[in-house]
């Protein structure tokens, strides 16, 4: 498997203090796909690239099919075995797991981004706002703690 910058992005992004919190609360509250709201975190932090709104609807539409018919149901496995059953909890973590790097590579891929100089929290967190309209405090909070990360 070719290697994918952004995978390498969300999981160090991801292991850093508040960062799941806020992703899961957006996720949980408004509905947001974390992979395409870190997507859309590492377009702007790491490659320089300011996403339009059509941009970005087009990139998530080559991961749409994928997050409805496999990142979603598993989830939903996932959360029903835990307080249920450990050894299923947490073998549906892991399939979760795998099935959110793959609809990374597909987001990556449909992209065809490369990392570059000239990216900044600035660009991140004006991406990022594309997928919660009116904002949110979760999203401003992970936005801070970007740039808590990237010295922004």
């Given at each position: 498997?070719?290697?994918?910058?952004?995978w390498?992005f969300?999981?160090?992004?991801?292991?850093?203090?508040?960062?799941?919190?806020?992703?899961?609360?957006?996720?949980?509250?408004?509905?947001?796909?974390?992979?395409?709201?870190?997507?859309?975190?590492?377009?702007?932090?790491?490659?320089?690239?300011?996403?339009?709104?059509?941009?970005?609807?087009?990139?998530?539409?080559?991961?749409?099919?994928?997050?409805?018919?496999?990142v979603?149901?598993?989830?939903?496995l996932?959360?029903?075995?835990?307080?249920?059953?450990?050894?299923?909890?947490?073998?549906?973590?892991?399939?979760?797991?795998?099935?959110?790097?793959?609809?990374?590579?597909?987001?990556?891929?449909?992209?065809?981004?490369t990392?570059?100089?000239?990216?900044?929290?600035e660009?991140a967190?004006?991406?990022?706002?594309?997928?919660?309209?009116?904002?949110?405090?979760?999203?401003e909070?992970?936005?801070?703690?970007?740039?808590?990360?990237?010295?922004?």
């Amino acid at each position: 498997m070719p290697a994918n910058p952004f995978w390498d992005f969300s999981l160090a992004v991801y292991g850093r203090p508040g960062v799941p919190a806020c992703c899961l609360s957006l996720q949980d509250r408004r509905g947001v796909d974390v992979n395409v709201l870190l997507f859309a975190a590492w377009a702007g932090l790491d490659c320089g690239i300011r996403l339009s709104a059509e941009e970005l609807a087009r990139i998530d539409g080559a991961v749409a099919g994928w997050r409805e018919e496999v990142v979603r149901p598993l989830r939903a496995l996932r959360r029903r075995a835990k307080a249920e059953d450990d050894a299923f909890y947490r073998r549906m973590k892991a399939a979760e797991l795998e099935a959110e790097r793959v609809q990374q590579d597909r987001l990556f891929a449909a992209a065809g981004f490369t990392p570059q100089p000239g990216g900044g929290v600035e660009l991140a967190a004006a991406n990022m706002v594309l997928l919660v309209p009116g904002g949110d405090p979760a999203l401003e909070e992970l936005a801070g703690r970007l740039s808590g990360v990237f010295g922004a």
